[in-house]
């Protein structure tokens, strides 16, 4: 596609359930980041993946938290028994390639849990 | 851990200069980039330094100094589309792999 591509825009859920937001990145990029955005604040990184692994997970903030990207380009940011306070905006970025410097970004999905 | 330090605000006059300042305290620094975010858009990459000096690109230039683990964006001849906010990201390679971004600068531009 032109540029990454995030589903939903939005998201309502109820406290408790379960949901996931996927990302499509620009084709042929290998590098796939998710970040999480509150108002006011930089983008909070959660994970990263090269490929079809996981090389970075240490910003997802608890096993609530889960992302896959089984064939190396959709991803699926999964996150169980929502907390109100997991309300943000849910953004993912690709890049060319791992060491490639200039990410780019979604538009990101707005999620509220109530 | 890694920390990166901006002012969390910045205003300046339409057609002047401006410099964000970015200070990073970090374990396998790669390198330093610029992104600009208007309200309710998605962050855009604007710049990159992995070494030390001025790189410059149109009327936005961004500078590195590894050995003070310092840098800025200097945003020049100001117009009123500017007014966003930018973040500094520093990109981690070593045990960790990821890019690392700053509060933000919320960038006011007076007419």
């Known amino acids: 596609g032109a540029g990454v591509s995030q589903t939903p825009s939005n998201k309502v859920t109820e406290k408790g359930k379960y949901v996931e937001l996927r990302c499509d990145p620009i084709?042929?990029?290998?590098?796939l980041y998710w970040y999480r955005q509150s108002l006011g604040q930089g983008p909070e990184f959660l994970i990263y993946f090269q490929g079809t692994g996981a090389a970075d997970d240490s910003g997802l903030p608890n096993d609530r938290f889960f992302a896959v990207r089984p064939e190396g380009s959709v991803s699926t940011l999964k996150i169980q028994r929502t907390e109100r306070g997991d309300s943000a905006v849910y953004l993912c970025a690709s890049s060319l390639s791992p060491l490639n410097t200039e990410a780019f970004f979604g538009q990101g999905t707005r999620l509220t849990v109530v | 851990g890694q920390s990166l330090e901006q002012p969390s605000e910045v205003t300046a006059v339409e057609g002047a200069i401006v410099q964000i300042n970015c200070t990073y305290q970090t374990s396998g620094f790669y390198g330093l980039s610029w992104y600009q975010q208007h309200d309710g858009g998605a962050p855009t990459f604007l710049s990159y330094?992995?070494?030390?000096g001025l790189e410059e690109t149109g009327r936005f230039s961004s500078f590195l100094s590894r050995s003070d683990s310092y840098g800025y964006l200097l945003l020049q001849e100001l117009q009123m589309k500017d007014s966003a906010s930018y973040f500094c990201?520093?990109?981690?390679?070593?045990?960790?792999?990821?890019?690392?971004f700053g509060k933000g600068t919320r960038l006011h531009i007076l007419p």
């Open positions: 330094n992995a070494l030390d």
């Open positions: 084709s042929g990029h290998t590098a």
């Open positions: 990201a520093v990109r981690v390679l070593n045990r960790d792999d990821k890019i690392i």
